[in-house]
Each structure stands twice: as structure tokens, then as C-alpha cells.
Nanobody, 114 residues
Framework: QVQLVESGGGLVQPGGSLRLSCAAS????????MAWYRQAPGKEREWVSR???????AYADFVKDRFTISRDNAKNTVHLQMNSLKSEDTAVYYC????????WGQGTQVTVPS
């Protein structure tokens, strides 16, 4: 079992920045990939970014050059630095880990008013 707890969400003005964090606990040695997803009101959950245990990253086109994912394997945490935020980034952001069995955090709200 892996437990994921997100933090760092909040209200930020357009163009501002937020840094999300996800702390993993439990069987963390089994974690292979970690990722961030988001779900906006009335929309399906969508993938945002992922990072492998080796630190290889990938991003959805809509966040490229604005968001940066990083991982601290020693602290079992993953971060998402979000810059140049837009109103369309408003969503609940979920941390995801695979062992490869999927685990999800409870989500953290990010609100960027229009």
C-alpha cells in the first residue's frame, strides 16, 4: 500500500505561481512512476505531468514551459512548480503513483480566477 498526500494548492491570480507537493508513505520502495493529474469542474480527469524513478519527465502540451515536475526519492516526495498560471488551470490536482498498481492522493484545489 502507498499513501499520497498533496499540499500547496490555493487561490492565485493569473500569471502567478504555486508549488504543489505530494508526500508518499507506505511501500514507497515499490513506486516506479509518479505523476500529476487534474480535474476541472464538469470535465474528465486529465494527465498533466509525470516523472520516472530515474527522473525522466514528460508534460502535457498545455503546461509545457510553464510547469516543472521534480522528485526527491530520498524524501519520497514529488513537486509540481506551476508558473504563469491561467484561469483554465483551475482544477483539483491529484498526485498519482504506480507500483505499477495505481495509487491516488485526495487532491488539492488550485483556483486561478478569470
Amino acid at each position: 500500500q502507498v499513501q499520497l498526500v498533496e499540499s500547496g494548492g490555493g487561490l492565485v491570480q493569473p500569471g502567478g505561481s504555486l508549488r504543489l507537493s505530494c508526500a508518499a508513505s507506505g511501500s514507497v520502495f515499490k513506486i516506479i512512476n509518479m505523476a500529476w493529474y487534474r480535474q476541472a469542474p464538469g470535465k474528465e480527469r486529465e494527465w498533466v505531468s509525470r516523472i520516472t524513478k530515474a527522473g525522466i519527465t514528460a508534460y502535457a502540451d498545455f503546461v509545457k514551459d510553464r510547469f516543472t515536475i521534480s522528485r526527491d526519492n530520498a524524501k519520497n516526495t514529488v513537486h509540481l512548480q506551476m508558473n504563469s498560471l491561467k484561469s483554465e488551470d483551475t482544477a483539483v490536482y491529484y498526485c498519482y503513483a504506480s507500483t505499477p498498481y495505481p495509487y491516488w492522493g485526495q487532491g488539492t484545489q488550485v483556483t486561478v480566477p478569470s
